[in-house]
């Protein structure tokens, strides 16, 4: 059984930076594409970054230049760096761990509880 705890979500400021983790646990890191999405009040979850398993990384255009998804084979983790935060940027960020074996990130059905990302003046 799959398990993602999510860490990091705070409240800042615009223009400030923010590091997302998403530790798993339960079978093996390295067959795993991984994905963190986000859900902003009254949207629907939007997927913002996701890594292939192979190290290939893949952004929403909202995003591309401020985030950086990256994960720590060793840590079992997946982090999400996030610069110049917007006020549309708020929201809860999850992470997800792609199906089993796919190369490539489609999203399963694995998710983490979730992490609240506040930016407000």
């Known amino acids: 059984q799959v398990q993602l705890v999510e860490s990091g979500g705070a409240l800042v400021q615009p223009g400030e930076s923010l590091k997302l983790s998403c530790v798993f646990s339960g079978d093996f890191f390295m067959n795993y594409a991984m994905g963190w999405h986000r859900q902003a009040p009254g949207k629907q979850r939007e997927l913002v970054a996701s890594?292939?398993?192979?190290?290939?990384?893949n952004y929403g255009d909202s995003v591309k230049g401020r985030f950086t998804i990256f994960r720590d084979m060793a840590k079992n983790t997946v982090f999400l760096e996030m610069r110049d935060l917007r006020p549309e940027d708020t929201g809860v960020y999850y992470c997800?761990?792609?199906?089993?074996?796919?190369?490539?990130?489609?999203?399963?059905?694995?998710w983490g509880q979730g992490t609240q990302v506040t930016v407000s003046s």
């Open positions: 890594i292939n398993r192979g190290g290939p990384t």
């Open positions: 997800n761990a792609g199906k089993k074996y796919f190369g490539v990130y489609v999203e399963s059905s694995e």
